[in-house]
């Protein structure tokens, strides 16, 4: 139980996965040979049940989840287990991560926030929100793209292809005047520019 105190915090900011997720997990669901863990069991209020949305997801151990969990005894039950043996209960676990708060010097915190820094650090290193929204377990994108404000450079890629738009020279088609092919528009693209571009070409081929 001592143990727990400071490796479910870590393995909340490492994973992504809910505090009743943890409290649920089975060493069952632990295949450290694998580097994997299945998400199928969510402790609240002292009722096990399914995850939120009722979908089971995998997810992969980072080398600190996997030297931490390799470190637990035993390897039976629940993975974070109370004294007695039995699954740790909320009320314990908010209480030792207020201790944790207490001892370094900082404000009080919800365990939703190591959930929240994981998808925050994947959308900052550049992880495709389609990916994190598997992580994280959602049922909707919509749930996950609160995240998308961490990288905008996502966007700024994405919009530095206008700046070729409209452009009839190599810089922008990647072939000399009057060798160019006819343009077709990928989903992604605005119609009238292409209409626009089209037009271009076949003033620069007269």
Known sequence: AGLAVS????????????RGELLGLHWADVDLDKRKITVRHSLVMGLLSCPKNYR??????????YEMLSERRPKT???FQAETGGASSTATIDRNLRRICKQAGMRHIHWHVFRHTFASQLVTAGVPLTVVKELLGHADIKMTTRYAHFAPSLYDNALNVLDTLGKPDTEALGQPVGNRPEITAPASYDQFSIIRLNRQQKQATV
């Open 77 to 79: 039950g629940y993975v």
């Open 7 to 18: 490796v479910l915090p870590e393995s909340g900011l490492r994973t992504g996965m809910r």
């Open 56 to 65: 089971y997801r995998y997810l992969p151990m980072t080398q600190e989840v």
